[in-house]
């Protein structure tokens, strides 16, 4: 008999819970967990897909997974333990040599690769009949496109590589493994790895370069790295440390992460104050259930059945509608991201699942066990009841659970410290502001509606803050993208040079500058070129420099490219010292950094045999992002002008002056012309994934942040209902409660849309100048777009409340 009526007590209790959610005051809670769950799995579903895509660029770019390269052949013990790891592996030989054809000669990149090359990435070879392929077989010969008109050579005829002689496969139409240093480019040239003794160009003191990739899972890869300790002149090449690519990655990751956290924050704040909501409108509730004797466990149980069944119901439909939002997340990058998109399997649901649970946890739970301290008496007069702390525990648990996850995450914990400090100055700075427009005179409705701000100071205050930070994360978001896409274009500007020419003979140099200039061809201005190494730092060996975290700074282990000039280029601005045009030496910051190397510091060098020394006059920055040339050290002229140089310059071409670029080539055979534009190519379209991916998700956290203000907007106007109630009984017209309301938080609005701004600004500089190492500016559009975004979302906000409001007025 007892089993039946608990088995019936429970069944009353579920049903009662399933109205009390549908019907009662519980669904908003639910349609905030619904929706912190559905943006979280929509959001780090195509994170994923977009982090997945953008690795797999970045790894095509190195055409495997992973790289060792060294100067020697890789040691047995690494290919030995890629085998017990199940990875696949290709072996590549790389040297430079002359391509020789009847009397013409041209230097090129001789790689000489396996059949199973590339791993990753696309290889593209055209042969006889625009017949392609994807991979080289023994005794084939595969050359760049320009070597054709440079060698005066076609498919079928025969050139020399070393003592090898080959007849011509085709051209290669499409390489992975582009390199941005022009200074290491030379036209390509393939050959089966089978066939590379027969060249004979490999002796012993040959300058060459032996790759082997590999393919496989994540975990093996870095099981892979701890086998080996690397050794000078050799390293482990990833889609992480590989050039501009890999910049581009790393921050568009970062920039993931970042907007990942703050929607989370967003929503963690809705469903905090939804919950306080709710608490409160069931305190009535609650107390005249415990005047008809319900106790303290059976009303445990009853709020814990609807919040487990809410939860249930929330995960659910949050992970439902997650799916259905990704795929409208993705709508604007069709065409962007590839037809086969990665998979990204349970983990968007388990983690929204979780996020709804460490932050409904603190957000329900601390009110609930308040609510349960509710007095039978408050059902016939209200009670002041002091908070229980008896649930503040519970705020641990998220606590910790944000440690763990983004404990290392330098970004995420300068937006975090600078919510927690600029909370209380943001509202104190806008209640002041309101404080000092009181002082002035206004009609009636203003005056009234300034009364009201500074007579429940604590409410506006909560308000204010709550209004300005919500609009502070929808600002940081969108002036983070803006600013990181900003840089980014830099990197490939309209402008920016796609060809080098390197190794222009002193005699030819003003001549060969001259024929640009007559057929109009943008350019860089011409530097001379100088291969020398930094061996010294104040007399000590520089590599005794290197410390732990700098071990094998790689410009100490080879020859570095000096140039000298009267005055510094206009893009490496001084951040230390003063350039002069004699005596001294301006040497890279981050190169500075890594030696510790201070102004007046002396540096000693060789070239050619020579060694000298001179002081540092400067220390500046330089764009390596930018296609230009750049270098570690530039001296001035007296130091290193009598020493032999070749002179460098770049220049800008279109399809129409290919031409003219294969007939420079031929008139200057001794030059190298190193065409950048297939990789300009690749970089651009790397870069549109990029930005398009991070605008939509920019678009989403901007859509979060709206939807907060508008909650905070409606608890804040429900509440006012009595009050409203109260200044009709006194009289107060339709039309003057209408004013009111709408001065008020007009007001309000303006107040935190200006000091929204002024907190943006503050965290976005700390993220780019200290997170993301790029150099912040100012916003002033952002001072006018802010303020006026806050009056729409305020003004929308009484446009759907206000008449519900003024309803009983009639």
């Known amino acids: 008999m007892d089993k039946r009526k608990m088995a019936s007590g429970r069944k009353m209790v579920i049903r009662w819970s399933w109205r009390e959610i549908w019907q009662g005051q519980l669904w908003p809670v639910m349609a905030a967990l619904t929706l912190i769950i559905a943006c979280v799995v929509a959001l780090s579903a195509l994170a ?31 290919l030995t333990k890629a085998e017990q790891l199940g990875l696949t592996t290709s072996d590549q ?66 050139l020399d590589i070393g003592d090898l002689k080959l007849k011509v496969s085709g051209k290669i139409a499409s390489e992975p493994e582009l390199t941005y240093n022009p200074f290491r480019t030379m036209p390509s040239v393939f050959i089966h790895q089978s066939d590379l003794d027969k060249t004979g160009a490999v ?106 069944l809410m939860f249930a119901a929330a995960i659910i439909l949050g992970s439902l509608i997650g799916l259905g939002l990704e795929a409208l997340l993705r709508l604007p990058l069709t065409g962007i991201l590839p037809d086969q998109l990665p998979s990204y399997g349970w983990q968007p649901f388990v983690f929204g699942s979780a996020v709804a649970l460490l932050i409904g946890l603190p957000a329900l739970g601390i009110p609930l066990i308040r609510l349960l301290d509710t007095s039978a008496i408050a059902v016939l007069q209200a009670q002041a009841v002091k908070p229980s702390k ?96 900003g840089d980014w274009q830099q ?22 500058l001259k024929k640009l200039d007559d057929n109009d061809i943008p350019r860089s201005s011409a530097y001379p070129i100088i291969r020398g190494r930094l061996t010294e730092v104040n007399g000590k060996d520089a590599k005794q420099y290197e410390d732990n975290a700098n071990d094998h700074i790689n410009a100490l282990h080879r020859e570095l ?10 893009d490496n601005p001084v951040v230390a010292g003063k350039w002069t045009d004699q005596g001294g030496v301006s040497i890279e910051q981050s190169l ?24 540092v006059n400067s220390i500046r920055e330089v764009q390596w992002q930018s296609m230009k040339p750049n270098f570690y050290l530039i001296f001035t002229p007296d130091i290193v002008e009598g020493l032999p140089a070749t002179w460098l310059v770049s220049f800008r071409i279109n399809d129409q002056q290919l031409p003219f670029l294969n007939q420079l080539g031929r008139d200057y055979q001794t030059v190298s012309l190193l065409d950048l534009r297939s990789m300009g190519g690749k970089l651009q379209a790397i870069l549109g994934q990029i930005t398009w991916s991070l605008t939509v998700l920019a678009g989403v956290g901007v859509l979060s942040g709206l939807l907060l203000i508008f909650t905070l907007l409606r608890l804040s106007l429900n509440q006012r209902q009595r009050e409203i109630t109260l200044y009709r009984t006194l009289g107060a017209s339709r039309k003057r409660i209408s004013q009111t309301l709408w001065s008020e938080y007009g007001i309000m609005a303006i107040a935190a849309g200006f000091v929204a701004v002024a907190g943006a600004e503050s965290i976005v500089f700390s993220l780019l100048k200290w997170g993301f190492k790029l150099e912040p500016s100012l916003h002033p559009l952002m001072w006018f777009t802010l303020p006026f975004l806050a009056l729409l979302v305020v003004f929308a906000s009484l446009m759907s409340v206000i008449k519900g409001l003024l309803k009983p007025l009639k």
Not at 216 to 221: H, I, T
């Open 390 to 485: 008896k649930g503040l525990w519970l705020i641990a648990v998220p606590a910790i659970a944000f440690l763990l996850m983004y404990g290392a995450n330098t970004l995420v914990w300068m937006v975090f410290g600078g919510l927690i400090m600029l909370f209380v100055v943001l509202a104190s700075a806008s209640y002041v502001l309101l404080h000092l427009l009181s002082k002035a005179k206004w009609g009636p409705a203003m005056s009234l509606a300034l009364s009201r701000i500074k007579r429940s100071a604590k409410s506006s205050l909560m308000q204010l803050a709550a209004l300005s930070g919500s609009l502070m994360l929808v600002a940081v978001i969108w002036l983070v993208r803006t600013d990181l896409l």
């Open 561 to 570: 490219n000096f140039t000298w000039v009267t005055e510094l280029p206009k």
């Open 48 to 78: 994923i897909r977009v982090e997945k895509v953008m690795t797999d660029h970045g790894r095509s770019m190195i055409a495997a997974d992973l790289v060792f390269s060294s100067a020697n052949p890789t040691p047995e013990l690494i």
């Open 203 to 308: 002796q012993v003191g040959s300058r060459v370069r032996y790759r082997t990739f590999f393919k496989g899972g994540d975990s093996e890869l870095k099981l892979l790295q701890k086998v080996y300790p690397v050794q000078a002149g050799e390293r482990w090449i990833s889609e992480g440390n590989q050039g501009r690519t890999a910049d581009l990655i790393i921050k568009a990751k970062q920039y993931l992460s970042l907007t990942i956290l703050m929607v989370i924050l967003m929503a963690a704040v809705t469903l905090v104050l939804t919950c306080q909501h709710y608490a409160d409108s069931r305190t009535n509730t609650v107390a005249m259930l415990k005047s008809m004797g319900a106790g303290r466990r059976w009303l445990r149980q009853w709020l814990l059945s609807q919040v487990g």
């Open 93 to 158: 030989t790389r040297f430079q040599t002359m391509a020789f054809s009847g009397s013409k000669m041209q230097l090129v990149s001789v790689k000489a690769v396996q059949s199973s090359y590339p791993l990753r990435g696309e290889l593209i070879l055209i042969g006889s009949g625009d017949a392609s392929k994807g991979s080289l077989q023994p005794g084939e010969l595969w050359i760049a496109e320009r070597l054709f008109s440079l060698l005066g050579v076609k498919i079928g005829d025969q």
């Open 491 to 512: 990197t490939l500007p309209a402008d920016a040079p796609n060809v080098f020419a390197i190794n222009i003979a002193p005699t030819d140099q003003q001549a060969y």
């Open 592 to 615: 500075a950094a890594d030696l510790g190397i201070k102004v007046g510091d002396k540096l000693g060098f060789m070239v050619n045999g020579q060694p000298f020394s001179v002081p």
